[in-house]
C-alpha cells in the first residue's frame, strides 16, 4: 500500500462497497475471516441522528483507494457516546490513526456539548490482540473500561435443545404488536448493565426493527401463564433479538427479567432462536457478552453450546466539555 498523506473527508452512499471491503480487510487480519457485511454498515449509516457529513470520516491514499474509517455516534443517549478508528493494516500514512482518532474526539465533544451532557465519556473498542490499537488509545489517555467476549457456537444436530420452565410459553415477535414489549423487556432486562441505554423508541425501532436484516422469525418472547408467580394475565419475562446475516447468525440480544433469571427461561430463547437459525440453512451463530459480569450468563451460554471465540477491550475517556472542530 502506497506511504503518503492521506485525503480525509465525509463518507457518501457511494463509498459503501469501499468502506465494507476496508472492514473486511481488517476483519481477516483480526479474526481470520470476513466480518463485515454492507447491511449492517447501511444499518449503521441509517441510524436516527447519524449524519455521515459530520459523524464520520474516510480517508483516502494517494492512489484513492480508502486507507482508513471512523464515526462519533451518541446511541445510548446517557452522555456515553461511542466511536470507532479503523486503519488498514498493510500500513499507509503514519499517523493516520492519531488524525482520524482526534476527528472522533472532536466530534463527539461537539454532540456532548449540544446535548448537554455534564460528564461525557468517550468509548472505543479494541480487539484483544489488536496491540496498535491498544497503544493508540492507551497513549491518548483512554482506561481500559470493559472485557467483551465474542461467544460462538456451530449449529447442527447435536446443538442442545433446551425447554422452558413450567408456565413459561416461548412465542414469535408478532410485528407491529410486540416492539414497545420487546424493548420494554429488554430495557429493564438491561437495567443494570454498563451500557444501559436511554435511546428513544423511535430510533430503537428503526435500528433494530427497520435493519435490512429484519426477520420476525428470529425475534421472540417468553411469556409466564396467568397464574404462574401470582401474576394476573400474562407477562413477557424475556426475549431474544436474533439476525441471519447469511455467513453468520448473531444474536443482537438477551434477556430475561430478574425475578425470572436462573430458571431456564435465557437458555430456552436461546436454544429456540438456535432452532430457527438452523432451519434456515445457518450453520454457526455468536453473540457478544460482558466478561467482567456474566459468570451466569456465561453459564448460560455454554449450557446452549457456545464457546469464547475473541475477546474485545472496552476503553473509555472523559471528554472536555466543548472541543469544537476547527
Not at 463527539?108 to 489488536?130: H, M, Q, T, V
Not at 439476525?243 to 443482537?252: A, S
Amino acid at each position: 500500500m502506497s506511504v503518503g498523506s492521506a485525503d480525509i473527508r465525509p463518507p457518501t452512499r457511494g463509498d459503501l462497497p469501499e468502506v465494507v471491503d476496508l472492514l473486511n480487510t481488517i476483519d481477516v487480519a483480526e479474526i481470520g475471516r470476513p466480518d463485515s457485511t454492507a447491511e449492517d454498515l447501511e444499518s449503521d449509516w441509517g441510524e436516527a441522528g447519524l449524519d455521515l457529513a459530520r459523524d464520520a470520516w474516510l480517508a483516502l491514499g494517494p492512489d484513492g483507494v480508502p486507507t482508513g474509517y471512523a464515526y462519533a455516534g451518541d446511541q445510548f443517549r446517557t452522555g456515553e457516546l461511542e466511536g470507532d478508528v479503523f486503519v488498514h493494516p498493510g500500513g499507509g500514512e503514519p499517523g493516520l490513526a492519531s488524525r482520524l482518532l482526534d476527528l472522533v474526539e472532536r466530534r463527539a465533544a461537539e454532540i456532548a456539548a449540544e446535548r448537554g451532557y455534564p460528564e461525557p465519556r468517550l468509548s472505543i473498542f479494541a480487539f484483544g490482540r489488536n496491540a496498535a490499537k491498544r497503544a493508540l488509545l492507551e497513549e491518548a489517555g483512554y482506561a481500559l473500561g470493559r472485557r467483551v467476549l465474542r461467544m460462538a457456537a456451530d449449529l447442527d444436530e447435536t446443538s442442545p435443545c433446551l425447554e422452558p420452565p413450567d408456565g413459561v410459553e416461548i412465542r414469535p415477535f408478532r410485528p407491529g404488536v410486540d416492539e414497545r414489549t420487546m424493548r420494554d423487556v429488554m430495557s429493564e432486562s438491561f437495567a443494570d448493565h454498563f451500557r444501559q441505554s436511554e435511546e428513544p423508541f423511535e430510533a430503537w425501532r428503526r435500528r433494530l426493527v427497520e435493519h435490512p436484516d429484519f426477520d420476525p422469525g428470529l425475534w421472540s418472547l417468553a411469556w409466564a401463564a396467568a397464574g404462574a408467580e401470582d401474576e394476573i394475565g400474562e407477562q413477557a419475562v424475556g426475549g431474544v433479538i436474533a439476525y441471519d446475516h447469511g455467513d453468520l447468525g448473531w444474536v443482537k440480544g438477551l434477556g430475561v427479567l430478574r425475578p425470572w433469571r436462573q430458571r431456564g427461561v435465557g437458555g430456552a430463547l436461546l436454544s429456540h432462536v438456535f432452532a430457527a437459525l438452523r432451519a434456515r440453512g445457518q450453520t454457526r451463530v455468536e453473540l457478544g457478552v460482558d466478561a467482567d459480569a456474566a459468570t451466569r450468563a456465561l453459564e448460560v451460554y455454554e449450557r446452549a453450546g457456545m464457546n469464547v471465540a475473541h475477546e474485545y477491550l472496552l476503553y473509555q475517556r472523559k471528554l472536555p466539555r466543548d472541543r469544537r472542530l476547527s
